[in-house]
């Protein structure tokens, strides 16, 4: 099992940055590819971005490319979403996600297998 404890949500004023974290406990997190998802009120849950288990490979949602940067500290089982020039639709609930196996990519929902509760991103405009 994999434990994973999001923090760092708030609300902001369009334009302005966040910085999510996520704190893992319980498994070997430097072995497995992290991600962040969100969903927005009456919407599905969808990727945002994720990160490989060595930190040197990454992914992006078109929708925050250029202005969203996820990074991991593996000596800290710590996962980051650093959010700039954020937009009003970037409200959402920001999730972090552990996948399914060591080493296996993450790109859909079904891809994760360990998920955390939540962290709640609010912007204003």
């Known amino acids: 099992q994999m434990q994973l404890v999001e923090s760092g949500g708030g609300l902001v004023q369009a334009g302005g940055s966040l910085r999510l974290s996520c704190a893992a406990s319980?498994?070997?997190?430097?072995?497995?590819?992290m991600g962040w998802f969100r969903q927005a009120p009456g919407k599905e849950r969808e990727f945002v971005a994720s990160?490989?288990?060595?930190?040197?490979?990454?992914s992006y949602a078109d929708s925050v490319k250029g202005r969203f940067t996820v990074s991991r500290d593996n000596a800290k089982n710590t996962l980051y979403l650093q959010m700039n020039i954020l937009k009003p639709e970037d409200t959402a609930v920001y999730y972090c996600?552990?996948?399914?196996?060591?080493?296996?990519?993450?790109?859909?929902?079904?891809?994760?297998?360990?998920w955390g509760k939540g962290t709640l991103v609010t912007i204003s405009s």
């Open positions: 996600a552990g996948g399914r196996a060591s080493y296996s990519p993450i790109y859909y929902q079904n891809d994760v297998r360990y």
């Open positions: 319980g498994r070997t997190f430097n072995t497995y590819t």
């Open positions: 990160i490989s288990w060595g930190g040197g490979s990454t």
